[in-house]
């Protein structure tokens, strides 16, 4: 069959060509796009709002109350309440993850691993609102039985279901990271009659290091922005404390529970979410840059 | 000393050393066992947490889930509550970020993994898209409600919830597409090209097909999420105590489809379901419970094929 193309087909097809790749094009820039739009408007409406609360204030004032007659607008409670809920959810699963990470990954046989990683998985698939109430109706519950006095809110069940939430992210990941670690290393620990377990710890997790922490840093940057678990189970009340076991809300909380109230558009109020939704997302970009960085600076090269 | 007492000595401090080092084999095997009853109790911490969430909420969902509990309004009496806007409101939603976030997503997909040059702007593109899964949800829905809801005017209605959450999976949806594509053998493109097809053709005809079930399964897991979403509809407004269905999309008169529900107000089931846990009184919490049961099925299923696509493909992945 020879060429059957004329003159102007060929150009037709050449411009459907160019047409197709445009399209392609915009949908791609279009992420981009989101991500301007999300930073313009965050911007826009904190702008406003620092127009009127200075700026230190915000940053170092130890009291938020600007729904009150006398409101003041000082950001550290709800973002101490955001990082205590988050310690809480590292500390439940940096041991769980790390150890399941190990385990599977060195130990357990590739067909009980098949079964088990995919149903860890599910539990990233689980909505948040449903761990919200498990937070709120069972760990709560389940804590009062041997923490005295716990309130019916509080930071350490929201936290640790937090940290249920993550389970999939820091082990899975993990173990992502471990079994990319080569084999040969592993065969030499062996061979100079290190146990499979000092093979896992002095060998394999240095050297898969990096992914690891990237894992973990992801766990934490989900913890940071998690919503519907602190707005259900850790209370609204802005409380800068150290004590898990008191209610605290979150930058999160906070937006939703002011989200829910319906505040006229434009009032300082309502710019009050857009403020704390921007220090939300400095705090996950220092997060995801750290991983990001990590991910790139210590990729390990064999 | 005779060489004779030299060659005991010798012996028996092989001897001492022997036993020290069995001792400490001993124990380093002893602690392995240790570690792997740790890892066993490791990974059944989650898997234990999975179930009991599961039954936690069947046990108090599972007696509301009556053929009444779909077909009613939401009600002051939690009795009669039901979650019928619920889930039209969700299927609604998730209809349209279906609509612009999966073709959105997958061409984004191609271009990044078949088109782009390697310069400096598809590097952008790249860590931006990375950077964009891991912005929290509820920066999302600040976004829909100072730029959709009040810039564009698109109001708290179902179009605006879409569009957020389609927003929202654009990355899981990109990032899928791409490993899918990049998982196809360069021998298949060149094979057509060297018959003459146009790199459109190429894509369309062999990457994209050959492509499909690693699209799929990054789809499916973009759509549960979405379902499953609740905090930046909290965010734009959406509402709880909806008595009312949208007007339906098929209509009798000419030209029998109606776009009027694009604009309605709605409620979904994670909204209805955080409402309902939010209310004092272990009657709405049972209803709470129930509509979480629902959408946990819902998403479990979604999430259930997901794995299943994905295990197929790896089952048959020897190009």
Not at chain 1, 205 to 215: K, Q, R, Y
Not at chain 1, 224 to 242: F, S
Request: with cysteine; glycine share 8%.
């Amino acid at each position: 069959m020879a060429s059957a193309l004329t003159v102007g087909e060929r150009r037709r097809q050449r411009l459907r060509e160019h047409a197709i790749e445009a399209v392609l094009l915009v949908a791609a820039a279009s992420s981009v796009f989101v991500t301007l739009a999300i930073v313009a408007v965050l911007v826009y409406e904190s702008l406003g709002f620092f127009t009127t609360v200075p700026i230190t204030e915000f940053l170092f004032g130890t009291t938020w109350t600007p729904l009150f007659a006398n409101p003041q607008y000082g950001i550290l409670p709800l973002l101490g309440g955001t990082l205590l809920s988050t310690a809480v959810a590292l500390l439940f699963v940096a041991p769980i993850g790390l150890v399941t990470a190990i385990y599977l990954s060195e130990f357990a046989s590739s067909r009980v691993r098949e079964v088990i990683k995919p149903i860890l998985e599910l539990l990233s698939g689980v909505p948040t609102v449903v761990y919200g109430f498990f937070a709120l109706l069972f760990m709560t519950p389940f804590l009062q039985t041997f923490v005295p006095d716990l309130p019916g809110f509080n930071i350490l069940s929201a936290g640790i279901v937090i940290g249920i939430m993550i389970i999939p992210y820091v082990a899975s990941l993990s173990e992502d990271a471990m079994r990319a670690v080569p084999n040969n290393l592993r065969d030499g620990s062996l061979a100079m009659g290190a146990t499979r377990l000092e093979t896992a710890f002095k060998v394999v997790l240095p050297a898969a290091t990096s992914g690891v922490a990237a894992a973990f840093i992801l766990g934490i940057s989900r913890a940071v922005g998690e919503t519907m678990i602190v707005a259900i189970a850790a209370g609204q009340q802005p409380n800068l404390t150290l004590d898990p076991r008191e209610p605290a809300a979150t930058i999160t909380a906070y937006i939703v529970q002011v989200a829910l109230g319906d505040l006229p558009h434009g009032s300082l109020a309502y710019q009050t979410i857009f403020a704390a939704g921007l220090m939300l997302l400095l705090l996950t970009l220092v997060f995801n840059i750290a991983g990001f960085w990590l991910r790139h600076k210590f990729r390990e090269v064999y | 000393m005779s060489i004779a007492s030299t060659m005991i000595d010798e012996r028996a401090t092989n001897r001492a050393v022997d036993s020290a080092f069995i001792d400490r084999l001993k124990r380093r095997r002893r602690n392995e066992v240790i570690f792997i009853c740790l890892g066993l109790v490791a990974t059944s911490i989650g898997l234990i947490a999975l179930a009991l969430l599961m039954i936690d909420l069947a046990v108090s969902g599972y007696p509301r889930l009556t053929a009444d509990f779909f077909t009613n309004f939401p009600s002051r009496r939690a009795g009669q509550a039901g979650i019928l806007s619920a889930w039209v409101g969700s299927l609604l939603v998730i209809s349209v970020t279906a609509f612009i976030g999966i073709p959105l997503g997958v061409a984004a997909g191609i271009y990044l993994e078949e088109y782009a040059p390697k310069n400096i702007w598809t590097n952008i593109i790249e860590i931006n898209v990375s950077n964009l899964a891991g912005v929290p949800s509820i920066v999302f829905g600040l976004l829909a409600l100072g730029l959709f809801v009040y810039g564009f005017g698109t109001g708290r209605s179902i179009f605006t919830a879409g569009l957020t959450l389609a927003l929202l999976i654009l990355p899981i949806i990109i990032v899928s597409t791409r490993e899918a594509i990049r998982a196809v053998p360069w021998s298949l493109r060149e094979a057509a090209y060297g018959i003459g097809a146009t790199k459109w053709q190429v894509t369309q005809d062999h990457v994209l097909p050959a492509a499909i079930p690693g699209v799929l399964t990054g789809v499916i897991i973009g759509i549960s999420r979405a379902l499953g979403e609740t905090a930046p509809l909290v965010t734009i407004g959406a509402l709880s105590f909806i008595a009312f269905l949208p007007p339906s999309p098929v209509t009798t008169e000419f030209p029998f489809l109606s776009f009027a529900w694009l604009f309605e107000g709605f409620t979904v089931l994670p909204i209805q379901a955080f409402n309902w846990v939010s209310r004092p009184g272990h009657d709405f919490h049972s209803n709470a419970a129930a509509a979480g049961l629902v959408l946990m099925a819902f998403t479990l299923i979604l999430n259930g094929i997901a794995i299943y696509f994905r295990y197929q493909l790896r089952k048959k992945l020897q190009w």
